[in-house]
């Protein structure tokens, strides 16, 4: 029988792959999700609101008065009022509906900045988009680089997608590389290119001038959720926040795809942007953690990429040797789940990506052992 | 600056431009979705399971344990196993991913049976897929009629989509019916057709022999969910159910759209299908309302579509109307939100559709307003 052939042209996931050969005895380092639990004041809240209330559809975009919430917490110019955000399923969907609603397969290309999260270029895979990678440098430790990112730009790039914290490198762009990449973004001669900033990580950084491009540059689009600020993976509450413009095309094909996000959810959302620190409340216990991670790092021989935000460390696993040979050998025979670097783009082959949030001594057990391949 | 052109192309919804001007008086026929409240006990459940377990992502798929409680619950033969079912975003997901994954936009076209939810039609369009509709008569009060449905299935036709019980008619196709359109099918020379069954209305309905496509031909894929039977509207948790080969495509699709559902929603729906009864706890009070609307509807002497299934009641306005005037001058000067007929299809211009889920004497008033059109 037939199928859409660009879904049959896609691989399984290679992740899936190594998670299916999981012990409960392996110390897993795979996972990309927090460890902690939610604050279940929030999750009770809405509970009862529900039994009030019900749970009926909201308008497509979402809550109204989540909507403001939400657009007034970032305040970014000129995308600050509730219509300036559209609630999606997780930040997975508004990835999803960004790259399906910005880019005409027909005639433009996504440029990813890498290493990066896959999806981007599955989703724009699945899309017919046409994408390429800017592969930030091993040698300078995958530091984002703003001039090789405008360098980059092509005729036909019309979305630049950065995500930023990153995943899987922890790195971040600087409040003054934001400043500089929507500078030259907007001294480029041609019609302008969209940003997409993938802020999920926005609340898990160790240091203190991240930048972030929708304060500087009109045409950003910026997707996040409270997936990893709040241990809210499964709750799978995203939203984009872009200009009046885009956010109504964006609006339509969101309402296509999911129709409207989960009620539940936005309630649970909006008490959390009602509460003021509650989005940060659980960053303390990732600095903590992180400045053992980076003692336990340094003292493991591993070649590393400082984390400056996020959960994760990629590790250098001894040259030459393939990150898949190397994750495969680790899980089927040493016990440790890790993701191989592979899997982020090209630049980042002869790299494991270790999450830390499983406790202290199984991340430097798992060290030990990828220290040891 | 530039978008994808197909979402571009899609306009502005009429069922929203309608709502807007709905005023705090005005009668709402318009809804589509339940006034009764969700059976909060689920709810509660889910919140006392997330306090223990946190809300972590599921696989892809979904929680497996609900997979096999619904796999088991409907039980259509060679898709009664967990792995034939993917968990989604409402059924408007399960629609999105079924059409987009089924279909090769190149070579494929996708048929509808009409009048129909204008979802389908629009995902066709957004996906840049050819579709076509095969009318139910008016004549024959919308009934379906499997030998038409057959004689419209064209060469390059590769999906038939049908919704029964069906939004907005409420007609079913019979048992007799789906054992007729798989003889059908089965029948037919070249390669096989997909089905898909949208079952969203299966608990709502008022006959005794509804007919269900995916007991009788392999090829059928459902979608379902539990916002029409549950009052759950907001609560986002629809399914698909395939054979094994089409749900490792429609799993892979879902994946780059939304990653997973979300696991709150899943634990309620656990709940629900391991309480025996719990899916079908509101059907009385549907079929209770059921009797005094076919009466008012009778007393009405408007014409109207006996109502099999559902919640609305498809009613006549006077030979040469507009349905969209009509239900522009309805909510305009009479106080009285009902969808025009249009937007199911060619077949339902000069009929409007309304809800009944509303209270009685406010369908009736509205009954009255219209009939005085």
């Known amino acids: 029988m037939g199928y859409n052939p660009k879904v049959g042209a896609i691989a399984a996931s290679l992740i899936r792959a190594i998670a299916a050969k999981k012990t409960p005895d392996s110390i897993d380092l795979g996972l990309g999700e927090p460890t902690l639990l939610p604050q279940q004041r929030f999750i009770d809240a809405a509970a009862r609101w529900a039994a009030v209330h019900g749970l009926r559809y909201t308008v497509n975009a979402g809550d109204h008065a989540l909507r403001e919430r939400i657009a007034a917490h970032y305040a970014y110019p000129g995308m600050n009022a509730a219509r300036n955000v559209c609630i999606t399923t997780g930040s997975q969907e508004a990835v999803y509906v960004a790259i399906k609603t910005l880019l005409d397969p027909a005639a433009d290309e996504m440029l990813v900045v890498t290493p990066a999260f896959p999806a981007y270029a599955k989703i724009a895979q699945l899309e017919g988009v046409a994408h390429r990678q800017l592969d930030l440098a091993e040698d300078d430790d995958f530091r984002y680089d703003v001039d090789r990112i405008l360098d980059a730009l092509g005729p036909s790039t019309r979305l630049l997608v950065i995500g930023s914290p990153a995943n899987p490198t922890g790195r971040i762009l600087r409040d003054a590389q934001a400043r500089r990449l929507a500078a030259g973004l907007l001294d480029r001669a041609g019609p302008p290119i969209w940003v997409l900033q993938d802020e999920i990580y926005r609340e898990l950084t160790y240091i203190d001038d991240a930048g972030f491009v929708a304060n500087y540059y009109p045409h950003t689009i910026v997707a996040n959720s409270l997936s990893k600020s709040n241990a809210l993976t499964g709750m799978r509450l995203g939203w984009l926040i872009a200009p009046d413009d885009p956010i109504e095309q964006l609006v339509k094909t969101h309402s296509w795809v999911t129709a409207t996000a989960n009620t ?43 984390v400056d935000g996020a959960f994760y460390a990629c590790v250098r696993i001894p040259d030459g ?32 990506r270790l999450t830390w949030v499983a406790p202290l001594d199984q991340f430097e057990e798992g060290l030990s052992r990828i220290a040891a391949l």
Chains 1, 2 share one sequence.
């Open 321 to 352: 040797s393939d990150s898949l040979a190397a994750a495969l050998e680790l899980v089927e025979r040493r016990g440790v789940v890790a993701i191989p670097g592979r899997i982020f783009g090209d630049t980042l082959e002869g790299w494991l």
């Open 264 to 306: 539940f959810a936005q309630r649970v959302a909006y008490e959390i942007f009602g509460e003021p620190g509650a989005l940060q409340e659980q960053g303390a216990w990732y600095r903590e953690r992180h400045a053992l991670v980076e003692a336990a790092l340094a003292a493991s021989g591993l070649r590393y990429v400082p």
